[in-house]
């Protein structure tokens, strides 16, 4: 069977990455105990962060890993070794999803496992944009909310008129604001004002996705700058255009600009199915992502792979037409 009848036959599945807010004591230790390979990723982890963080992410306490500086590098090496595990089953064969995406910090995971960011790079450059993130939430007092059942330029008007920002766009009845937190409480009333189904205060620390995060974003450029970007190998989705990203170049610009954007998850979403998806796999801590994507399109197959048992499950599935 040559390389491009596997494709084919994996045709239709992009892997999905999630993002902060994912992160639970004892994530990834199923992986650590059952893989070779999938301790390697901890170990290397480890390594480059000159920090244990494996025991953190096995042992605690949660106080710890909730922490921004801690949570984003642990949710991204937790996903990395779900996708080890997952590759090690569907050996010897290798095929290629028809796109990579990730929410937010899962982005960067996506360009990890897309080849656009080496492993260990990539962990000390999301270490330090959680380190930056935290210190810009310490400077000014941010605050999330998901509104539920208003239309996108409903919230927009909102926001225009609070002076908040639109920082994710989950879906089209789920959307996420951002901003200083007395301007967010005059949205939240005015979204309730205006018909919102329901709104929900986020358990951040900031005004993540908005302009609060310029004091981080400053300095993840300066760190983006000091970083080798590579060409993607395969197909990453973008976070804030919902488009293909191809080039060294549009990688960079994407992350030069995210922490300060919008994630447009529904856009990302419908540019997959356009591209052919047919089945997301969300690989990692969680399943948020896939909850979001059931309310995107209900047309879709959705599957979550976060431990030996689920990688060896859904690897078993799609690699029976493979082999022959």
Known sequence: MTQTDLELSYQGISYIFPGQGAQFVGMGQDLYMASASAREVFD????????PLSELMFQG??????????????????????LTVLKDFLHPFDPKPVAYAGHSLGEYT??????????AKGVLLVKERGRLMQAATESNEGA??????????????????????????NTAAQI?????????????????VKGARK?????????????????????????????????????????????????????????ERQLCGCVDWEKSVETMISMGTNT??????????????????RDVHLVNVSDSDSARKFAGENITSIRI
């Open 44 to 51: 290397q982890g480890d390594m480059a962060l000159s920090f």
């Open 61 to 82: 306490p949660e106080s710890e890993l909730e922490k921004t500086i801690n949570s984003q590098p642990a949710i991204l090496i937790a996903s990395l070794a779900a």
């Open 110 to 119: 996506a360009l990890i496992a897309a080849g656009a960011l080496s492993f």
């Open 144 to 169: 999330m909310a998901a509104i539920i059942g208003l239309s996108r330029n409903v919230v927009a008007d909102i926001c225009r008129d609070c002076d908040v920002e639109i920082a994710n766009i």
């Open 176 to 192: 996420v604001i951002s901003g200083r937190r007395e301007s967010l409480k005059k949205a939240v009333e005015l979204a309730m």
């Open 199 to 255: 709104v929900i205060s986020l358990p951040v620390s900031g005004a993540f996705h908005s302009k609060l995060m310029a004091p981080a974003q400053k300095g993840l450029n300066a760190a983006l700058r000091s970083n080798q970007l590579n060409d993607p190998r395969s197909a990453v989705i973008g976070n804030l255009s919902g488009r293909q990203l191809n080039t060294e170049s549009e990688v960079r610009h994407e992350l």
């Open 280 to 297: 997301f796999v969300e690989i990692g801590p969680g399943n948020v992502l896939t909850g979001l994507i059931k309310r995107i399109n």
